[in-house]
Structure formats: structure tokens, C-alpha cells
């Protein structure tokens, strides 16, 4: 079946017309159906009923957010953010792309006023909440980002679509040779994309990796409490095992340092902290191992942590529970 998807893209619209018409032509070259602020003018509060019908009638929902927060409604809220809180109480797959260095953006498209800046900051804060999202730095970018994350998400959670009338009697007939054109297309391209992805990151971390200690090599350093000082010797891989599933849908570094803390302090009482430069090391490490990935806002005092794709397999290879049973031989008896 030939069906297409209907994709709402949310964005604020004058600092963002690049980026939104490189998203656009490539929702359309992918035989997609994008919706958005281009049907309807979002800035008149007597339309948002109609918005909600629009993302209503979508499939997934796809946010690009960079250094503006938009114009403000009669609920206090931007219709950005408004359209984002309604995409995520219905049963829509959100992908979310958020610009990773905001503090490089020109003025006109940043938010100058202080109330502006603050809403935008908390707004990025829940948007990277409790989900995973991409980083962008130019418009450029964005195109392959889009495309591989929704193809992927097509596959993983396949929505309703829409399919012509004409073509639902003889669905049945074709549906299989279909499906498996389709799948045959979407693994070329994640085989394509992983392959330009781990030549990428080879490169990107061979100098960083030299002479790395393994993962099973201990690092000695020092727990403070309350004027005690704890000895402690820990191997890479332990303390992988304890950060790796608490940002597995991202965190912020100031909780994961108390979390980290605990874990290495259990049965002791009292409260417990890492020296800066200690931390500052594991960051690194896993940094270099090419595991995590941390990005720093400058509207705000923390870091937020994350697993790369070599992170996550690390994660599930260290974590998961591995066969001990052995093969069982089997003997053949020889004819007489």
C-alpha cells in the first residue's frame, strides 16, 4: 500500500524560514505530507482550534527549536510551546531537534529580553527531558537528521498514514512485495548511514583514544564526607555500569554527580561528594571512550548527559545477562 504520513513541523517562523523550508523539501521528497504554521497565520488565538484539528489529523510531530522563543499568547505561553504540550498529551511520536549552540547565533535570531531567554531556557529544558533529541548547529544539518530519525521512527512505530481511495481495493494483493521493497531501501540507508557514522567516529576519536587505559583498568581517587576522606579504586567498566543507565534518556550532570556519589558511598552514612577535577576526569574518560556526550547551555549552570550510539551498545554488552549454557555435540552413528 502506497500509503504517506502527515508530519506537523513547530517552529518559531521568522528566524527559522531556512530551516523550516530545507525540513519541508525533505518531508516531501520522503512522499510525506507536512503540516504547519504555512496553512494558517498562528498568530491569532482564534486559530488555535484549528491547530489542534491539524495535529490531530497528523502522524508524528517534529520540532525544530533554536535561539528564539517566539511570540507569546493570550495564555502566557508561545504557540510553539503550546503546540508542543498538545503533541505530547496525544498519541504522537515526537522528534525533537534542538540547536546545540545558541550561544552562536546572531541577535536577530536570538532572544534578547531576559523574560524571553528564561522561557526559552526552560522550555529547551523540557523538550530534553525524558526523551531523546537530536543537536543541530547549522540549517544544513538538519535535512539528514530529519530523514534518518523518521525513517527510523516509520519503522519503529509505523502511524495510520494516509492512502488514496483508489488504492485500497488492490492493497492486499501488493501489500507484501511492498513491505519488502520498503525494507529493503530503509536497511541500504541505516547500513549506509552507520557505516559513514563509525568511519566518522574512528576518526574523531583516534588521537583521543591512544595510549586510553582499558576499561578493566583501575582508577584510584579519593570520596570526601564531612571532613573524611574515602580511599576508593574502581575499574572504567564499574563505573560505566553505574552511569550509563542513568542518562540513558539524558540527565543533568549536577544530579548525576549526587547519584554517582551514593552508588559509590552505598552502606556509609552521610553525604558524600567527588573533588571537581576527579569528576571532571570520568567525564573525560567516557568522553573519550566515546560513550557519552554532554553539552553546556550558557543560560545555565549544568550540563546535560547523554549516550552515543557506541555508548548505548557498551551499555547493553555490559548489562545484559549472557548464555552459560554450552552447546550440546551431537554424534552420528556410523553404518555398518
Request: proline residues 3%; aromatic residues 12%.
Amino acid at each position: 500500500m502506497n500509503k504517506r504520513y502527515q508530519v506537523f513541523v513547530s517552529s518559531t517562523y521568522a528566524d527559522l524560514k531556512d530551516e523550516r523550508h530545507k525540513v519541508i523539501q525533505t518531508l516531501m521528497e520522503m512522499d510525506c505530507i507536512p503540516a504547519g504554521m504555512e496553512l494558517f497565520p498562528a498568530s491569532d488565538d482564534e486559530q488555535w482550534d484549528f491547530i489542534k484539528k491539524v495535529i490531530d489529523d497528523c502522524d508524528y510531530y517534529v520540532l525544530i527549536l533554536g535561539g528564539r522563543y517566539g511570540s507569546i499568547s493570550a495564555s502566557g505561553m508561545s504557540f510553539t510551546e503550546r503546540e508542543f504540550d498538545y503533541a505530547v498529551s496525544k498519541p504522537l511520536k515526537i522528534l525533537a531537534f534542538v540547536h546545540g549552540s545558541p550561544e552562536k547565533l546572531s541577535i536577530e535570531h536570538s532572544e534578547l529580553g531576559e523574560d524571553l531567554r528564561h522561557r526559552l531556557s526552560e522550555f529547551r529544558k523540557k523538550v530534553c527531558s525524558n526523551r531523546l533529541v537530536k543537536f543541530w548547529n547549522s540549517a544544513s544539518e538538519l535535512p539528514g537528521l530529519v530523514a534518518l530519525a523518521l525513517t527510523k521512527m516509520i519503522k519503529t512505530y509505523p502511524a495510520e498514514g494516509w492512502v488514496r481511495a483508489n488504492q485500497i481495493a488492490t492493497s492486499a494483493a501488493l501489500s507484501d512485495i511492498n513491505a519488502l521493497a520498503k525494507e529493503n531501501r530503509f536497511l541500504k540507508g541505516e547500513i549506509k548511514a552507520l557505516e559513514d557514522r563509525i568511519d566518522a567516529q574512528i576518526k574523531k576519536n583516534e588521537a583521543a583514544t591512544e595510549r586510553l587505559a582499558d576499561m578493566d583498568e583501575a582508577f584510584d581517587f579519593v570520596l570526601y564526607s564531612e571532613g573524611d576522606e574515602y580511599e576508593v579504586s574502581e575499574n572504567w567498566s564499574n563505573l560505566f555500569r553505574i552511569i550509563a543507565p542513568r542518562i540513558a534518556e539524558n540527565a543533568w550532570e549536577s544530579w548525576l554527580r549526587k547519584q554517582l556519589c551514593s552508588n559509590l558511598a552505598a552502606g556509609q552514612f552521610g553525604t558524600f561528594y567527588l573533588p571537581d577535577e576527579t569528576f571532571d576526569t570520568i567525564r573525560a574518560q567516557f568522553t573519550a571512550y566515546g560513550f557519552i556526550e554532554t553539552r553546556y547551555w550558557d543560560s545555565e549552570k549544568d550540563r546535560l548527559w547523554g549516550l552515543t550510539e557506541a555508548g548505548d551498545r557498551a551499555m547493553l554488552n555490559a548489562m545484559t545477562v549472557k548464555s552459560t549454557k554450552k552447546p550440546k555435540l551431537q554424534t552420528k552413528k556410523r553404518s555398518k
